[in-house]
């Protein structure tokens, strides 16, 4: 059964840093990775969607990474801003049968202070 | 860009009633929407997957007779908690899975949730 670990936890920055989250999954079987924001109470933003063919993907400030073969991916925030303080998500899909719904990670709970 | 639409987006009930949770797709047609339900500090964890016209395919540990799925439609999906309890109290979302299109298949989109607490 796959498994999603995120570190950290939780993370409080100042405002301007570079920061790196990571995700790591037991199973490297999978058909893509995602990363996704959620703020307090809201739904999920997607932000970067990588196939499992792709080594990286990059939006803005935003940078993702995949190494299927090591069951790892990170997420690269630059120049960071206190409007990026949310809870950041890992979530992969499976390759192939069975559900084919997502398995995420509990979270990176991310602060980035003014 | 595809939006998909959860209502409520809060509510309160009384233990022993049924609650009915919407999730709909704005701009698109979706043959699959899926339902998660996430405990606070805890990962987000699939209870079901939802398929146009068919039954919804369950995961493991989840009751069906409890979480009652209906996807009528290409556009709307429900989630029907019966006889809630407090421990059903939790933070519900629903996504779905563009259908149709170049890669199509591969986004997923997220309604905004939906907070149950049942008292």
């Known amino acids: 059964k796959q498994e999603v670990t995120q570190i950290p936890a939780a993370l409080s920055v100042p405002e301007g840093e570079n920061l790196v989250l990571n995700c790591s999954f037991t199973?490297?079987?999978?058909?893509?990775l995602q990363w996704f924001r959620q703020d307090p109470g809201k739904g999920l933003t997607s932000l970067l969607l990588?196939?499992?063919?792709?080594r990286e993907q990059t939006s803005g400030r935003l940078n993702a990474s995949l190494d299927k073969s090591s069951g790892r991916s990170t997420l690269y925030i630059a120049a960071s801003q206190p409007g990026d303080s949310a809870t950041y998500l890992c979530a992969v899909k499976a390759l192939g049968g069975g559900a084919d719904g997502l398995t995420f990670g509990k979270g990176t709970h991310l602060i980035i202070q003014p | 860009g595809a939006v998909v639409s959860q209502h409520p987006s809060r509510v309160i009930c009384k233990s022993g009633t049924s609650v009915k949770i919407e999730c709909r797709s704005l701009?698109?047609?979706?043959?699959?929407m899926f339902w998660y339900r996430q405990f606070p500090k805890q990962s987000l964890m699939l209870m079901a997957t939802s398929n146009e016209g068919s039954k919804a395919t369950y995961e493991q540990g989840v009751e069906k007779d409890k979480f009652l799925i209906n996807h009528a439609s290409l556009t709307l999906s429900t989630l029907t908690v019966t006889s809630a309890h407090p421990e059903d109290s939790s933070f519900y979302i629903c996504?779905?899975?563009?259908?149709?299109?170049?890669?199509?298949?591969?986004?997923?989109?997220f309604g905004e949730g939906s907070w149950l607490t049942v008292v």
């Open positions: 199973d490297s079987a999978i058909y893509n």
């Open positions: 990588i196939q499992s063919s792709q």
């Open positions: 996504s779905a899975r563009r259908t149709g299109g170049r890669n199509s298949g591969n986004t997923i989109y």
């Open positions: 701009d698109f047609q979706a043959t699959t």
